[in-house]
């Protein structure tokens, strides 16, 4: 079970390469919407010790003594990245940290991207939907195309349904890199055609600019889970390959 300081690496990330990491949630808890079977930062139940979230002003600056470290010794950034214990949107001062995070990358590290790794619960409020428009990376999940899916395996809380994620990915025309999550688990299985043909559609309607395909790294809470091998996932996405889209397939 994870539990990330405000800022925290760089680590090395299998999808963003030297990543530094902002933890927009408590220090020492959880929060987020979703329960997924595969989280490494374990079940929600597990993360309520701590519930105070990081103001604006803390991530600021918190994130400028981290960039100022890291340019004086000479460590390489590759990308500026809103992950940590739970869903960065939900943080109530998300969109000033985003405006205040591009204005510090373009002053320590103008070459690095600023990326979100999000759920996509959340854009269908204004002011997130604009705070990722503005970042060179927002990552949006969707593992699966039906509710019933979905419910199996990132057990959302509270009202969720699919159709409403996939008009609110539609608005950012394409503008985004879709994520999803490659696994086998009791009563889901992401190679079963009544889940990856539906999802290849949603992918083929959104026309997401690149697509990021992964599977289990690290311990998860969730038992009964299997990850799917590299060449398998290839396999799998090859007519969307075939298609002209942009895949990324980590294993």
Request: glycine share 8%; proline share 7%; charged share 25%.
């Amino acid at each position: 079970m994870l539990r990330e300081e405000t800022v925290f690496g760089p680590i090395r990330s299998r999808r963003l390469g030297n990543s530094l990491g902002i933890n927009l949630l408590p220090e020492r808890g959880k929060i987020c919407n979703f329960d997924c079977i595969y989280c490494e930062c374990g079940w929600n139940r597990d993360g309520r010790g701590d519930s105070k979230l990081p103001s604006a002003s803390k991530v600021r600056s918190a994130l400028e003594a981290k960039l100022t470290e890291c340019a004086a010794a000479g460590v390489p950034i590759d990308s500026i990245t809103f992950s940590g214990d739970g869903e960065p949107t939900l943080n109530p001062e998300f969109p000033q940290i985003i405006d205040d995070t591009l204005a510090l990358r373009d002053k320590y590290y103008p070459n690095a991207v600023v990326s979100v790794l999000s759920n996509a619960t959340m854009i269908g409020r204004k002011e997130v939907f604009d705070a990722l428009r503005k970042v060179d990376k927002p990552i949006l999940k969707l593992d699966a195309p039906t509710d019933e899916a979905v419910r199996v395996i990132n057990h959302p809380q509270g009202d969720y349904h699919v159709d409403d994620v996939v008009r609110n990915l539609a608005a950012f025309e394409g503008d985004f890199i879709l994520q999803t999550m490659f696994l086998r688990a009791p009563g889901f299985d992401s190679s079963s055609q009544e889940i990856l043909g539906p999802w290849m559609d949603i992918v083929r309607k959104l026309r997401p600019r690149e697509i990021m395909v992964y599977t289990i790294d690290r311990p998860v809470p969730g038992e009964g889970l299997s990850k799917f091998t590299g060449e398998e996932m290839r396999s799998l996405v090859q007519p969307l390959i075939d298609e002209g889209f942009k895949i990324q397939i980590k294993s």
